[in-house]
Nanobody, 118 residues
């Protein structure tokens, strides 16, 4: 059974930093592409960052230069380091994994909340 468990969310002041973690189990983690989406209240879910099994990364324009996605295959964990946080980064953050079986499969975590404080 695949499980993705996010952690590391919380309350942070503008300009602060947080590191989100997503621990995977029951999956062939090192072979899978991973990533993070976020959903702000009343808004659509938006792709934030991705990382392939080979370590190539992509970022949404809104987080480039501030967020860094990385993975530790030995720990079956993907990270999202978030620096210089803004009020607009307030959202629920969800990690996912994607792989090809007989068809493309996407598994999701339960989400972790990041809230900017004034």
């Amino acid at each position: 059974q695949v499980q993705l468990v996010e952690s590391g969310g919380g309350l942070v002041q503008p300009g602060g930093s947080l590191r989100l973690s997503c621990a995977a189990s029951g999956t062939r983690f090192s072979l899978n592409a991973m990533g993070w989406y976020r959903q702000a209240p009343g808004k659509q879910c938006v792709l934030v960052a991705t990382i392939t099994s080979g370590g190539s990364t992509t970022y949404a324009d809104s987080v480039k230069g501030r967020f860094t996605i990385s993975r530790d295959n030995a720990k079956n964990t993907v990270y999202l380091q978030m620096n210089r946080l803004k009020a607009g980064d307030t959202a629920a953050y969800y990690c996912y994994e994607q792989y090809l079986s007989e068809q493309w499969v996407v598994d999701w975590g339960q989400g972790t909340q990041v809230t900017g404080s004034s």
